[in-house]
Protein backbone atom coordinates (compact mmCIF):
# COMPACT_ATOMS: atom_id res chain seq x y z
CA UNK A 1 0.00 0.00 0.00
CA UNK A 2 3.11 2.69 0.82
CA UNK A 3 4.31 2.19 -3.14
CA UNK A 4 0.74 3.32 -4.31
CA UNK A 5 0.58 5.99 -1.88
CA UNK A 6 4.04 7.42 -3.06
CA UNK A 7 2.83 6.89 -6.42
CA UNK A 8 -0.30 9.23 -5.60
CA UNK A 9 1.44 11.83 -4.48
CA UNK A 10 3.98 12.27 -7.07
CA UNK A 11 0.99 11.85 -9.47
CA UNK A 12 -0.73 15.25 -7.69
CA UNK A 13 2.45 17.59 -7.77
CA UNK A 14 2.46 20.16 -10.73
CA UNK A 15 4.47 18.95 -13.73
CA UNK A 16 7.42 22.08 -12.37
CA UNK A 17 7.67 20.90 -8.97
CA UNK A 18 8.29 17.10 -10.47
CA UNK A 19 10.78 18.84 -12.90
CA UNK A 20 12.47 20.91 -10.19
CA UNK A 21 12.58 17.76 -8.29
CA UNK A 22 14.31 15.71 -11.16
CA UNK A 23 16.71 18.49 -12.03
CA UNK A 24 17.30 20.08 -8.53
CA UNK A 25 20.68 18.00 -8.15
CA UNK A 26 23.55 20.75 -8.71
CA UNK A 27 26.14 19.90 -11.31
CA UNK A 28 29.34 18.05 -10.83
CA UNK A 29 31.67 19.96 -8.53
CA UNK A 30 34.65 21.19 -11.01
CA UNK A 31 37.65 19.94 -9.27
CA UNK A 32 41.06 22.37 -8.91
CA UNK A 33 44.48 21.02 -9.27
CA UNK A 34 45.03 20.95 -6.05
CA UNK A 35 41.69 19.03 -5.16
CA UNK A 36 43.30 16.82 -7.92
CA UNK A 37 46.81 16.18 -6.57
CA UNK A 38 45.18 15.39 -3.05
CA UNK A 39 42.91 12.92 -4.50
CA UNK A 40 45.38 11.19 -6.75
CA UNK A 41 48.54 12.07 -5.78
CA UNK A 42 51.78 10.61 -7.62
CA UNK A 43 49.77 10.56 -10.40
CA UNK A 44 48.50 14.10 -10.85
CA UNK A 45 52.12 14.92 -10.26
CA UNK A 46 53.40 12.41 -12.79
CA UNK A 47 51.29 13.92 -15.20
CA UNK A 48 52.06 17.25 -14.45
CA UNK A 49 55.84 16.66 -14.76
CA UNK A 50 55.26 15.01 -18.22
CA UNK A 51 53.18 17.99 -19.72
CA UNK A 52 56.30 20.15 -18.84
CA UNK A 53 58.57 17.75 -19.87
CA UNK A 54 56.66 18.40 -23.24
CA UNK A 55 55.96 21.61 -22.57
CA UNK A 56 59.75 23.44 -22.25
CA UNK A 57 61.10 21.35 -25.54
CA UNK A 58 58.38 22.77 -27.69
CA UNK A 59 59.03 26.14 -26.10
CA UNK A 60 62.59 26.12 -26.96
CA UNK A 61 62.14 24.95 -30.85
CA UNK A 62 59.40 27.35 -31.26
CA UNK A 63 62.00 30.07 -30.25
CA UNK A 64 64.90 28.65 -31.68
CA UNK A 65 62.74 28.48 -35.10
CA UNK A 66 61.90 32.38 -34.93
CA UNK A 67 65.46 32.92 -35.44
CA UNK A 68 67.72 35.75 -34.07
CA UNK A 69 66.98 38.62 -36.10
CA UNK A 70 63.09 38.30 -34.92
CA UNK A 71 64.08 37.85 -31.53
CA UNK A 72 66.33 40.75 -31.61
CA UNK A 73 63.23 42.54 -33.02
CA UNK A 74 60.78 41.65 -30.42
CA UNK A 75 63.74 42.81 -27.97
CA UNK A 76 63.95 46.29 -29.66
CA UNK A 77 60.31 46.80 -29.61
CA UNK A 78 59.94 45.85 -25.83
CA UNK A 79 62.78 47.61 -24.95
CA UNK A 80 61.17 50.72 -27.02
CA UNK A 81 57.57 50.37 -25.62
CA UNK A 82 59.39 50.32 -22.00
CA UNK A 83 60.96 54.00 -22.96
CA UNK A 84 64.80 53.02 -23.73
CA UNK A 85 66.33 55.36 -25.91
CA UNK A 86 68.45 54.47 -28.83
CA UNK A 87 67.17 50.37 -28.13
CA UNK A 88 67.70 49.49 -31.85
CA UNK A 89 70.98 50.52 -31.69
CA UNK A 90 72.20 49.71 -28.45
CA UNK A 91 70.77 46.38 -29.27
CA UNK A 92 72.66 45.72 -32.59
CA UNK A 93 75.79 47.06 -31.38
CA UNK A 94 75.72 44.54 -28.16
CA UNK A 95 74.78 41.58 -30.19
CA UNK A 96 77.88 42.26 -33.08
CA UNK A 97 80.22 42.75 -30.56
CA UNK A 98 79.21 39.52 -28.79
CA UNK A 99 79.27 37.69 -32.30
CA UNK A 100 76.04 35.38 -30.80
CA UNK A 101 78.59 32.95 -28.44
CA UNK A 102 75.10 33.91 -25.42
CA UNK A 103 72.58 33.09 -28.32
CA UNK A 104 71.62 29.32 -26.71
CA UNK A 105 71.23 30.95 -23.27
CA UNK A 106 69.13 33.81 -24.58
CA UNK A 107 66.60 31.27 -26.69
CA UNK A 108 66.67 28.67 -23.63
CA UNK A 109 65.79 31.90 -21.00
CA UNK A 110 62.87 33.10 -23.69
CA UNK A 111 61.90 29.48 -23.73
CA UNK A 112 61.92 28.78 -20.20
CA UNK A 113 59.73 32.21 -19.63
CA UNK A 114 56.82 31.05 -22.65
CA UNK A 115 57.14 27.94 -20.45
CA UNK A 116 56.39 29.67 -17.22
CA UNK A 117 53.68 31.84 -19.01
CA UNK A 118 52.24 28.17 -20.33
CA UNK A 119 50.41 27.36 -17.03
CA UNK A 120 47.41 28.60 -18.16
CA UNK A 121 47.19 25.50 -20.46
CA UNK A 122 49.39 22.68 -18.17
CA UNK A 123 46.87 23.53 -15.20
CA UNK A 124 43.66 22.57 -16.80
CA UNK A 125 45.31 20.25 -19.00
CA UNK A 126 46.15 17.86 -16.29
CA UNK A 127 43.05 18.61 -14.32
CA UNK A 128 41.30 17.19 -17.08
CA UNK A 129 44.11 14.03 -18.13
CA UNK A 130 44.74 12.71 -14.72
CA UNK A 131 41.20 11.02 -13.87
CA UNK A 132 41.55 9.54 -17.47
CA UNK A 133 45.08 8.36 -17.04
CA UNK A 134 44.72 7.23 -13.28
CA UNK A 135 41.35 5.00 -15.18
CA UNK A 136 43.63 3.37 -17.63
CA UNK A 137 46.47 2.91 -14.83
CA UNK A 138 43.91 1.11 -12.90
CA UNK A 139 42.65 -1.08 -15.67
CA UNK A 140 46.10 -1.95 -16.13
CA UNK A 141 47.25 -3.20 -13.08
CA UNK A 142 49.63 -0.52 -12.23
CA UNK A 143 47.70 1.31 -9.75
CA UNK A 144 45.39 0.44 -6.53
CA UNK A 145 41.94 1.34 -6.26
CA UNK A 146 42.15 3.57 -3.57
CA UNK A 147 44.09 6.25 -5.80
CA UNK A 148 41.04 6.24 -7.77
CA UNK A 149 37.97 6.97 -5.64
Known amino acids: MLPAMNAMRILNRSPSAILRRMYSSSPPKK ?3 KEIVKKYGWTATGVYTALCFIDLPLSYVFVHNIGQEKLIDYE ?7 GANNARDKTYIYRSSSGGKNHFLTELGIAYIIHKSLI ?3 APLTV ?6 AHHLHKWGLLSKKHIT
Do not use: A
Request: zero cysteines.
Open 31 to 33: LSL
Open 128 to 133: FLTPRI
Open 120 to 122: IVR
Open 76 to 82: VYVREKL
